[in-house]
């Protein structure tokens, strides 16, 4: 048993935190005055979008954890890129039948991502395209979804499907309906091949909600050291401690479960790895609100207002706990392997 | 990174399994009387020694094997899933403090008889003032003659009335600051003035105890560290590996868990979507549990030894124990008020103090706080 990151993902998670700082929100107003593009280009030319999508689709260069550690370092300075949608679900797709040389190009050279059902909970059908919703559509060419919700069908890719982007309540990552769909290319998913993408993509989604609770935290905990009320700095006080304590609490549970679930990607049959990593998303789904509305608390006035970072964790923290199935959707899901 | 166990481990696992399998003393579970239960325990204890079972990471010079604590972790986690007697879990921290501490005549005298179950150990820490202010303890310890004189009372000293010994803090300089005018006293509980008594929890067991010290003579040389080292030997003693893995508590949450789910699969309890739903929720409290513990026994075994960071691992430990007990009381429903289910009533009381006992949730967050996340004081 060896249950920490090895030498050479300590040096990915030093780099990825690097390039996440050239392109953090630290302020609302850096959302506004950004390169949308920026970020995109700085993780391309990092080689951060395609961890698993080199030549051997079978034996993908980096690991669940490689991921993990990536999504986290971006969750945690509300990176505006589209990695989760395209560079992890629908890669992972993609590999996983085979296509990505036929559909993305090899690498990012067109840009794919998911089509989700209208509740976010799970990757489309075809049959309900016209509710359902393109996850981190910016910039996006192409949009994957399935004939069957089961596994055992097709995998979609729609070409020049004309886009129409809604208003996300995280401004960081774009949502967008299908408004002209026009006819499929389809590709046979293999068996399995669901509950492994699966696996991964809840990891993904659990490690940006580890970044983007740590992020939060983080910044309240340096506030509470250095704001002053009754003479003293409002960290001194127990109740604000014991906030920042229980939260801390909450992403470290976390981080360890998301952790052993991106293991688990690669290394364990695709029931435990989907087990795994639904244990993970639970956690981290449950967690996520209330730790981003205990950081809203702790920054007090300030807190409540536009130019706060706060809310834009808060509104990252809303829509990943959603994606994928919330905490009740994923426990429902463990009871009926657990109680079957 | 792997969450499997080495090849080494395997084979350590797989013999010890056997020779659980061969050597667990049947019904010991139905004992219920104290002293017939210690002395179960204490055979046990003996048993595992002589097997070469005991002290996995403990320096071979002081009759451990100097292997890596996920040793320990195995031992503890086979002896929970095998319902083998649990073996005193302050071995290894009342080892540490002696290792770390002691003199060299103090080790060899005493380190092999922790580890071998000769004797059995109590800690006298916690007193009726000093309880999560441990630093403010007021029983006191006076030289006289080359012998110290210890007079007050300590309670929650857990198996006090069953030990053979006990790690005690006393107030030998009442003139310095709180923290440092504490000692640390060996003293043996057949000592004429030292009388112990069982304390008898909620649930109506006698889980701790209270011990009375009235002019309590011990030998000068029983004096472990120096003058005043008694608080720093406390925390390398509270430090040291107590978390819900070292001391078999996460296999034992698993196999309530386990229960309970049998349960529900039977259809003898009512299952509802929302009762599903927690014990999916304890399921992943578990899991966390179980993966929080594997990170810290890695860091150990790279020679990080857990810090303030393991307050984490004893909130996770409270929180998981509470919820599933209160989810068990909601699946037995009045069959745990009405005498039918009497185990779940007793667990169910019990899990109240597991936000209390090794220090309570709220002194917990004060270490994360100031420690961890280094908010002033």
């Known amino acids: ?340 | 990174m792997d969450y499997r166990d080495t090849a080494e481990e395997a084979r350590f696992r797989s013999g010890l399994r056997s020779w659980l399998a061969a050597s667990i003393p049947p019904g010991w579970e139905d004992v219920t009387d104290a002293r017939e239960r210690a002395a179960i325990d204490k055979r046990w204890q003996q048993a595992l020694y002589r097997a070469g079972y005991m002290g996995m990471s403990w320096p071979p010079e002081y009759g451990g094997r100097g292997l890596s604590p996920v040793y320990d972790a195995i031992l503890v986690e086979e002896m929970s899933l095998a319902d083998a007697p649990p073996f005193s879990v302050n071995v290894n921290y009342l080892g540490r403090a002696m290792w770390t501490h002691g003199t060299e005549e103090q080790k060899r005298r005493f380190l092999p008889m922790i580890l071998s179950g000769d004797a059995m150990w109590c800690q006298g820490f916690s007193e009726p003032e000093a309880g999560s202010d441990l630093g403010s303890l007021r029983t006191r310890a006076v030289l006289d003659g080359g012998e110290w004189v210890v007079n007050g009372r300590k309670l929650w000293t857990s198996r006090s009335p069953t030990a053979d010994w006990c790690l005690l803090l006393a107030r030998t300089e009442p003139d310095v600051a709180k923290h440092e005018g504490i000692s640390c006293l060996l003293l043996s509980m057949d000592t004429p003035g030292v009388e112990a008594r069982p304390v008898y929890l909620s649930n109506g067991e006698p889980a701790t105890g209270e011990v009375y010290f009235d002019g309590a003579r011990v030998p000068a040389d029983q004096l472990l560290g120096a003058r005043g080292d008694g608080w720093k030997i406390a925390l390398t003693a509270l430090a040291v590996e107590r978390g819900p893995g070292d001391v078999g508590y996460i296999s034992k949450y698993q196999r309530s868990l386990r229960e309970l789910e049998a349960l529900t699969r039977s259809g003898r309890s009512s299952a509802d979507p929302e009762l599903r739903r927690r014990l999916a929720a304890a399921y992943v409290r578990g899991e966390a549990m179980r993966l929080t513990y594997l990170e810290q026994l890695s860091s150990r075994a790279v020679g990080h030894p857990t810090g303030p960071e393991g307050s984490v691992a004893k909130l996770l430990w409270a929180e998981a124990e509470q919820t599933l007990n209160q989810v068990a009381m909601d699946l037995f429903g009045a069959d745990s008020l009405t005498g039918r289910e009497p185990r779940w009533l007793s667990q169910y009381l019990y899990s109240r103090a597991s936000s209390v006992y090794g220090g309570t949730a709220q002194i917990q967050k004060n270490i994360l706080a100031r420690r961890v996340l280094r908010l002033p004081r």
């Open chain 1, 1 to 340: 048993v060896f249950a920490l990151l090895t030498d050479e993902q300590q040096m990915l998670r030093a780099a990825a935190a690097s390039v996440a700082s050239d392109v953090a929100i630290r302020n609302p107003r850096d959302l506004e005055s950004r390169d949308p593009e920026l970020a995109w280009t700085r993780l391309a030319q990092a080689g951060l979008l395609d961890l698993r999508s080199g030549p051997d689709a079978m034996a993908p260069e980096a690991s669940g954890v490689e991921v993990m550690i990536v999504a986290e370092e971006l969750g945690a300075v509300l990176a505006p890129v589209p990695y989760l949608g395209p560079a992890v679900m629908a890669t992972e797709l993609l590999r996983l039948t085979g296509s990505l040389g036929a559909w993305s190009g090899g690498g990012t050279a067109k840009r794919v991502s998911v089509l989700l059902r209208a509740d976010l909970s799970a990757i489309a059908t075809y049959d309900a395209v016209d509710e359902a919703l393109v996850f981190d559509s910016r910039g996006v060419d192409r949009v994957l979804c399935v004939s069957r919700a089961d596994g055992h069908g097709e995998l979609l890719c729609l070409d020049h499907a004309e886009l129409e982007p809604l208003d996300s309540a995280d401004p960081t990552r774009g949502i967008a309906r299908i408004v002209e769909a026009g006819e499929p290319d389809a590709v046979a998913v293999p068996p399995g091949a669901l509950d492994r993408w699966l696996a991964q993509s809840l990891v993904a989604v659990s490690a940006d909600l580890i970044g983007t609770m740590r992020g939060a935290l983080a910044g309240v905990v340096e506030y509470a050291r250095t704001r002053v009320q009754f003479g003293v700095p409002i960290g001194s006080f127990q109740a604000v401690q014991h906030l920042c304590a229980e939260a801390h609490v909450a992403i470290q549970a976390t981080r360890s479960l998301t952790q052993y679930a991106a293991w688990a990607v690669d290394e364990l049959d695709a029931g435990p790895a989907l087990l795994a990593a639904r244990a993970a998303k639970a956690n981290a789904s449950r967690v996520a609100r209330p730790v981003c509305e205990t950081v809203m608390q702790v920054y007090g006035g300030i807190g409540q207002t536009w130019e706060n970072i706060s809310h834009f964790y808060l509104r990252r923290a809303l829509l990943d706990r959603q994606l994928l199935g919330d905490e009740d959707a994923q426990f429902d899901a463990i009871a009926d392997v657990r109680l079957a």
